[in-house]
């Protein structure tokens, strides 16, 4: 017991310092590098690398340098497939995904072109073996594997819709006067629910 109370009394007296220093931040410009101030979205590649859809391409981000993959037009969204790596890349106009050259170079490969036609910015959804793009005139049902377009699902009213999500393994779509519309062979069909109005949604967060 005598012991346990000398070495107490001795952690007591004891003094800490801690190490001089100062944190090391990195500030990135813009204007210095080949990238916009702007960026829709972000996700992160199987290499731990950063990836952001910028108004100027794809930025890649190691920690220590950025490269820039260049893409048709601004990129608007993006979207990892956690099974096979690959992510899809939304641009105004343009859908397509990155891909691994084996000389290590990363390039933008073009799956959908739509000149008329403008990309959903915020969303696109990997269902099972198939990808979903909202458009201008409606919905474009891909097949992942193929990159085949298997439909264009057209929508009466484009501007009423807000957004396409998924719910287990199926696919839906809000519409401000319909409320919500489920995927079928037909096309969106509603279904019975509905959106509660922008009055009785109240957000939260939990910190």
């Not at 003094?15 to 813009?30: A, D, M, N, P, V």
């Not at 999500?165 to 199926?170: C, M, V």
């Amino acid at each position: 017991m005598r012991t346990y109370l000398i070495l107490l009394l001795f952690i007591s007296f004891l003094r800490s310092f801690g190490q001089k220093g100062e944190f090391y931040i990195t500030e990135y410009l813009h204007s210095n590098e080949n990238r916009e101030n702007q960026n829709a979205a972000i996700t992160q590649d199987g290499n731990g690398r950063m990836v952001f859809a910028n108004a100027n391409g794809v930025l890649l981000f190691d920690g220590r340098t950025w490269e820039t993959v260049t893409t048709p037009s601004s990129a608007l969204s993006l979207e990892k497939d956690d099974k096979s790596g690959i992510i899809y890349v939304g641009c105004l106009n343009d859908f397509g995904y990155l891909e691994n050259k084996p000389n290590g170079e990363i390039k933008y490969i073009q799956v959908y072109h739509a000149p008329d036609q403008v990309l959903y910015a915020s969303k696109i959804v990997l269902l099972k073996e198939k990808i979903y793009l909202l458009v201008k005139t409606g919905v474009v049902e891909i097949e992942k594997l193929s990159k085949k377009i298997l439909r264009n699902i057209p929508l009466d009213n484009r501007y009423n819709c807000g957004l396409i999500f998924s719910n287990g393994s199926e696919l839906y779509l809000s519409d401000k006067e319909k409320g919500i519309l489920k995927l079928t062979a037909k096309g969106f069909e509603k279904i019975n629910t509905s959106l509660p109005p922008d009055e009785k949604v109240v957000f939260t967060s939990f910190i």
